[in-house]
Structure formats: C-alpha cells, structure tokens
C-alpha cells in the first residue's frame, strides 16, 4: 500500500525494524561522456536519469569517483549515483559511497544493462553472479560480496556471431527508440517498487511481464 513503509530486504511475513535514517544508494552503471549517452551500455545511466527527473533529486554532486544527488523517493532517504570511473570499475565508485555513508550491500541497488535478456524486459534480483557484466563484476570484487539487489535491463538479444564488447557499446537503432523508452519508465517503476514494496514485491510485479 502507498505510503507504508517496508524494508526492500523483507521477503513479507512479520514487521520489519525501520531503518529510516539509513540511506539507499541507487547505483546506475554506465559510461560517462555525451558519446555513450544513448548507448546500451548506459541504460543504467538513462533509468537514474528518469528517477532524478521524477523525485526532483538532481544528480550534480561531483567527486573524484561519482556524480550524486541525495534526497527523499517515496519518503525514504536516498542517495542516486553514477560512477565517473567507466564500466569496469564501477565497484571503485561504489565501494567508497558504501565506506562514507555506511551502506550496506543489501541497500545498494545495482541497475544494469543485459544482453542476455530480450529489449524491453526488466528482471529483479535479490543478488546473483556476473552474468558476463563487467560493471556487476567490478562491484562483486570492491563490495566482496555478489549479495546487493540488482535490476537488469534487457537490450538482447545477441546474435551468435556478434562481439559483445562490441554490441553493449553500439548505440541502440531508431526502430528500438519506443521499448527503450519505455524500458527505461519501467526500469524506474521497478526501483520504486523495490523501495516501497520490497524485492519480493519487485520481483513479482516485474519479472513476469514482457
């Protein structure tokens, strides 16, 4: 129900302890630079992008490792960041917004492209592995743990005969513009559930529907 608070760590069941003081940290991989903007790699960037425009939460803060912005989704406290570092470290950004602000993993939400799964489609996960992604890798090894939530983006699928280096980095075709933007609002509806609701709830609005 809107406006009841429940902890994105609970799977249901009884009452969860409020943990209102401490932050999430939502965390959307991508490049940065006007040349990756429209990237598949960079869906991660374009879902923080809607939810910053939606919460009024502007993603400006400058540091050596990330932009941030911090404020309020849904009445809880949230921090949005976008690493500076480039995919393969991604985890450098994130370990040390975790370090300063006292974030555990459980409350750090990875947003993620997948060329695994078909464009358009949004999965939730409550931890998991690598699944080829460099960025996922890269915050498994600096957080030393592969338990943090992570919301994967579809932008497959990938020919057999394809480089995914290649792919991930090719910008999406003007016939793929409409599921894109569409993927990217329900991208940002799945972060709210996850907050709202908890990853249970996420997990089944979102992971079934096409």
Request: with cysteine.
């Amino acid at each position: 129900m809107r406006g009841e608070h429940r902890d994105p760590e609970a799977s249901g069941g009884a009452p969860q302890v409020s943990t209102a003081a401490l932050p999430f940290l939502v965390l959307g991989l991508g490049n940065p630079g006007p040349e990756y903007a429209w990237t598949r790699h960079n869906l991660g960037f374009m879902v923080l992008d809607e939810l910053s425009s939606r919460h009024k939460i502007p993603v400006q803060e400058r540091t050596r490792l990330a932009l941030t912005g911090t404020g309020t989704l849904l009445g809880h406290p949230v921090v949005l960041a976008k690493p500076r570092t480039y995919m393969n470290l991604s985890g450098q950004a994130a370990q040390s917004l975790a370090a300063r602000l006292q974030i555990p993993p459980s409350r750090i939400l990875a947003l993620v492209d997948d060329f695994t799964i078909p464009l358009g489609r949004v999965r939730v996960r409550r931890e998991g592995g690598t699944g080829g992604h460099n960025g996922l890798a890269s915050l498994m090894e600096c957080l030393g743990t592969r338990a943090f939530p992570r919301i994967r983006l579809g932008i497959g699928p990938l020919a057999p005969d394809r480089d995914p280096a290649d792919f991930v980095l090719e910008e999406f075709q003007a016939d793929e513009t409409e599921a894109v933007r569409d993927l990217v609002l329900r991208g940002a509806d799945a972060v709210e559930s996850w907050m709202e609701e908890g990853i249970e709830a996420a997990m089944n609005r979102f992971n079934g529907r096409d």
